[in-house]
């Protein structure tokens, strides 16, 4: 075990009561092993008033107001992206304990978190790093959090007709897709929207970006994968002069007119994984490959 103490800092799904049960188990091995818990407010107010759980937390924090050796997700996915977007640039390595059903991200389950904390703790792990897209807008940071781990969606709003997306690669014009949407999207995502809609599954590692349409008017443009150090620029016009920029899913009402800027982050986000962990079983696991399923 490290000699100092280690802080491990706790983002949860506070929408769903069941995915809390595990946390008071998980809370007290970590106190018992003089680790620092800290935990997000949101999840905090959740589990202690909403589900009247008795947790210790050494220090209670807000949005991306923390520090700590390791961040614990405690959710499916979505809550991996959401504790992803928290953490930032801070190289932070997250632990993600998969409290729902599919998680490709949150790769640990309840029944094996202990073991998997009790590695992390001797030091008997390995880490990930996975590439990271952020878009701006007009030139300017399209959010306080405009960096995405799984994708980059442009989208029509609501029930509006689709909408035309003039998309250039490195100052080349490419094409203008006239669809649904575009995704744009990491390896890491290329198994979530991207892949919904026809795209490829892209090794971690690859070093690519895919270009998805969403519903395009003709069948003949198709998912294309480009280098992930070429910078995308988007241009959208719309019938209701405005769409949607959906960054992991926190999404962005824009204006017909922006130029949008989509490139591969500084950074990467850093995951925690057993020694054992192989992608392409985990993908053979997650995607049923080989089963019968009649």
Known sequence: MSERQLRFAFFGNIYQAKKSMSIQKILSFLSERGAAVYIERAYYHFLTVEQQIDV?????FSGDEFEADFVVSMGGDGTFLSAASRVGDKGIPIIGVNMGRLGFLASFTPECVE???TD???????????????AKADGELLSDHPYALNDIAVLKRDNASMISIRAYVNDEYLVTYQADG????TPTGSTAYSLSNGGPIVAPQAGVICLTPVA???LNVRPMVIPDNAEITLTVESRSHQFLVAIDGRSEKCSEGTVLTIRKAKFPIRV???????YFHTLRQKMMWGKDTR
């Open 182 to 185: 575009l995704i744009v999207s």
């Open 56 to 60: 210790h937390a050494d220090k209670v």
């Open 272 to 278: 925690v994984k057993r020694f054992d962990t192989k």
């Open 115 to 117: 073991e998997a904390l």
């Open 216 to 218: 395009p008017h003709s």
């Open 120 to 134: 992390v703790l001797e030091g008997n792990y390995a880490v990930d790093e996975l590439s990271v897209i952020g």
